[in-house]
């Protein structure tokens, strides 16, 4: 046997294994998105690969992939095949960061797949039977975080009658779960007006009446301060901001370890006796137990009657510090 023979084998054999360790998600006729590949957790260093209905979103992470992109994408062209997909989108997570951003922003853009036909520019896929609106070459993100599969359905189990706040909503799941589950409202803030539609887009993708949900185009502080001013109280709180966001108009970025000690006091401040807060975080230097400490200094006198710290579901193996999470109850 050749070398390339050897390594082929050896890359078949990863991809066998990660397939069978989502047998339980693979096997869930009412969810068809999902990770298939996660980088150095399933032994592919620097790969990702979503599935989202016919459609794969393959990341490259350039400074981790320790193979040359031919190979990578003989890989995953095997893998879309094995999985009926109908096409393969490419994002390029560059090792040289001074790359330009116009030449990656085109690509991430560009109708026009790694490999088979062009998918459709928005199209429904389903987790655990609830539909979201899926754009696979909108960017870097086409819709769906999917390590928050299980929160999504927490949101939704705890919803029943709950008054939800939904603070950096991006495409509103957490919303749509928690009025699926029977949320007396929501409130779904983010700075892009593009993702609140997309947002209410996925409301009506799951038949939701709009009388009770309401989407607000702020800053998050600036909306807390409103919240505050106007003696708002929530159930369930959930705070999950990016790591690093440029925000239009806006001189200054949002730089998750400056400002997170102010939105947890802010999430605390709005946040009813008894209620509920999920706090997230995917920045890789703050770990589960600095999330921790900086929600219980905002949580100051009041009680936290509850914690639970979630592991990422089965398609996200390894990697403890890819994305944490946090449930805390409040007295
Ligand atoms: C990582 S996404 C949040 C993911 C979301 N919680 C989910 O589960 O789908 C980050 C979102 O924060 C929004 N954002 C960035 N800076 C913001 C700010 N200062 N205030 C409110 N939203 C902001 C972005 O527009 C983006 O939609």
């Not at 996925?202 to 009770?212: D, I, S, V």
Request: positive net charge; hydrophobic residues 40%.
């Amino acid at each position: 046997m050749s070398a390339s023979d050897r390594v082929e084998t050896k890359w078949s054999r990863l991809v066998e294994q990660a397939l069978r360790r989502r047998a339980p998600i693979l096997r869930d006729a009412n969810t068809t998105a999902l990770r298939l590949i996660h980088g150095a957790g399933d032994g592919l260093p620097g790969l990702v690969v979503e599935q989202f209905g016919e459609v794969l979103v393959a990341q490259l992470h350039e400074e981790r992939l320790s193979l040359p992109q031919e190979a990578v994408r003989a890989i995953v062209i095997a893998l879309a095949r094995r999985r009926g997909a109908q096409a393969v989108y490419r994002k390029v997570f560059p090792r040289d960061r001074s790359a330009s951003r116009a030449r990656l922003d085109a690509l991430h853009h560009a109708a026009a797949p790694w490999w088979g036909r062009p998918a459709e520019e928005e199209f429904e896929v389903r987790e655990r039977g609830v539909a979201f609106r899926i754009r696979p070459y909108d960017g870097y993100s086409v819709g769906l975080f999917l390590e928050q599969r299980a929160n999504r359905d927490r949101v939704r189990q705890l919803a029943e009658g709950r008054r939800v706040l939904n603070v950096f909503a991006y495409t509103c799941g957490f919303s749509v779960c928690a009025a699926l589950g029977g949320a007396a409202e929501t409130v779904s803030v983010d700075v892009s007006k593009r993702y609140l539609e997309w947002g209410r887009r996925n409301f009506a993708a799951n038949g939701l009446a709009l009388e009770r949900h309401v989407f607000i185009r702020s800053d998050a502080l600036d909306y807390f301060r409103r919240a505050r001013r106007q003696g708002r109280a929530f159930d369930i709180v959930i705070l999950d901001p990016p790591t690093f966001a440029r925000v239009k108009g806006r001189r200054k970025p949002f730089v998750f370890e400056q400002q997170i000690g102010a939105l947890a006091t802010a999430a605390m401040e709005v946040l009813q006796r008894g209620g509920r807060l999920l706090a997230c975080t995917n920045h890789r230097e703050t770990t589960i137990r600095d999330l921790e400490r900086i929600v219980r200094r905002a949580a100051g006198e009041r009680r936290i009657e509850s914690v639970a710290r979630p592991k990422l579901p089965p398609d996200f193996p390894g990697d403890g510090d890819y994305a944490k999470s946090l449930w805390l109850r409040v007295n």
